[in-house]
């Protein structure tokens, strides 16, 4: 039985109508979090085995930082553009169902890579196939709920970041205590068995089997306009244009939140197993949980204050909601970089909460001001602006321990540095994506709720 039986051919413009019952509204999120969670473990995998990897093929920690930032990062957010195309346009759950399938054999290649080059390779086609999830889930729970309730089920979607995180952690304590003593046996293709080359394995028949899931369960649901507005798809960069003001202070914001995001799953493994002598089996076994228990009061919080939205306010409120987090983010950071085992273990936790609940909401703003036919589009392009240079952030992290302090173990001063500095830095963002977001409020109301406003048209 399909999660969603709407008519993939409708469109409806009501935006107070349901789609469906809710078990099949919230079914359908369900479904989409389960991919996100499986794209997440996919690309988090390399987290917890990072000194094997650097051993086996000779790298230091900026190679890492790119394979799990700018690299990664960058064709991720660049792939997204044409990506979003086929969500605008074409059936979203076949899309996305191929690109599962793609990722997955991307993950695999990976496994028999013995050249950081071929590394790259393969990490590049995950990211240009895990391009499509979050627009694909966002377009589609667009459609499923009304204007001031796609914050709640934005909100569980993105939990699919924590709870992927935290599997992939879990995942990998158990399979490298599985696994170890296969190390260095004979093993076909590869040669001699590495444990992080069957952790890789292992995550790409998981992501195909949740492709099939996904083929038989779920359908496209009917399209419609999210906001007041009826904008021709053409007219897209003038509809940028037009909100350009919002769109870039709140990119600014967001690429904050995304260099925090990028470097907190990048490295915190890295840094109890390198600095405070954790196993890597135990790193993944306590941190794991943290992840994925530490994401569901985060989004609750955020989808808590979501609920409490006003339609005709609802992108201001979730600015200052945003805001007042980031604000309790910065000196959990610190203590996480910079304390002993037992302080950053919990400094980690209370970094992961605040996170959540701030990055449950980070694609709703797009999603908020966008008709139907350019939710993808719109997504696809903030993201480019605001997630690229954030990818950097695991490179600095890198960087900084590489060539300016000469010594892995200062890994906690890079990461204080780095992620100090732009949550520093996304205070004063979001103040000035909240002054926007009401301007743009405003202006709308001015214009009178009844009556549609008209995109401009190009000069």
């Not at 996100?36 to 690309?43: E, G, P």
């Not at 999830?133 to 709920?145: C, E, K, N, R, T």
């Not at 919080?301 to 339609?311: E, V």
Request: charged share 10%.
């Amino acid at each position: 039985m399909a999660l969603i039986l709407n008519d993939p051919g409708g469109v409806t413009n009501d935006d107070s109508e349901l789609v469906g019952t809710a078990m099949s509204r919230w079914g359908t999120v369900l479904a989409l979090l389960l991919v996100y969670i499986v794209s997440y473990i996919d690309r988090q995998v390399l987290t917890i085995v990072v000194d094997p990897i650097k051993t086996s093929l000779n790298i230091g920690d900026t190679e890492i930082g790119l394979l799990q930032g700018v690299l990664f990062g960058i064709v991720l957010t660049v792939a997204a553009v044409p990506m979003s195309y086929l969500i605008d346009k074409f059936n979203r759950v076949r899309v996305l169902v191929s690109c599962i399938i793609l990722w997955s054999l991307a993950t695999l290649s990976c496994a028999f890579v013995t050249t950081f080059t071929e590394l790259v390779i393969g990490r590049i086609g995950l990211a240009i196939a895990e391009a499509v999830v979050p627009m694909a889930a966002m377009s589609v729970i667009g459609d499923l709920f009304p204007r001031h309730k796609v914050g709640r089920a934005a909100a569980v979607f993105m939990n699919g970041t924590y709870f992927g995180n935290g599997a992939a952690m879990m995942l990998s304590g158990w399979m490298i205590a599985w696994l170890t003593p296969m190390q260095g046996q004979p093993f076909p293709i590869i040669g001699t068995f590495e444990v992080w080359r069957g952790l890789f394995i292992g995550m790409a028949c998981l992501s195909i089997v949740v492709a099939f899931i996904i083929l038989l369960f779920l359908k496209e649901p009917a399209r419609r306009e999210l906001t007041k507005e009826t904008v021709d798809s053409e007219l897209f960069w003038a509809f940028f244009w037009k909100r350009r003001r919002f769109i870039l202070s709140y990119c600014l914001f967001a690429f904050c939140i995304a260099t925090v995001g990028y470097s907190l799953y990048a490295w915190p493994a890295t840094l109890l197993i390198r600095v405070h002598g954790m196993p890597a089996a135990n790193v993944g076994i306590i941190v794991g949980p943290m992840f994925i228990i530490t994401s569901i009061p985060g989004t609750v919080i955020a989808a808590w204050f979501g609920s409490r939205c006003t339609p005709e306010r609802a992108l201001q409120q979730l600015m200052l909601m945003m805001l007042c987090f980031i604000i309790i983010l910065c000196p959990l950071v610190l203590m996480l970089s910079l304390g002993s085992k037992p302080v950053a273990i919990v400094a980690l936790g209370g970094v992961l909460l605040m996170y959540a609940a701030t990055h449950a909401a980070i694609l709703t703003p797009m999603q908020l001001i966008a008709p139907n036919r350019m939710r993808g589009r719109l997504a696809a392009v903030s993201s480019l602006i605001f997630a690229t240079p954030a990818s950097m952030g695991p490179v600095a992290v890198g960087y900084l321990t590489d060539h300016v302090f000469q010594d892995p173990m200062a890994l906690g001063k890079a990461m204080a540095i780095v992620l100090g500095g732009v949550g520093v830095a996304g205070i004063f963002a979001g103040l000035l994506a909240r002054r926007e977001a009401t301007l743009l409020e405003r202006e709308t109301e001015l214009q009178g709720a009844g009556a549609p406003a008209q995109a401009p048209h190009p000069a």
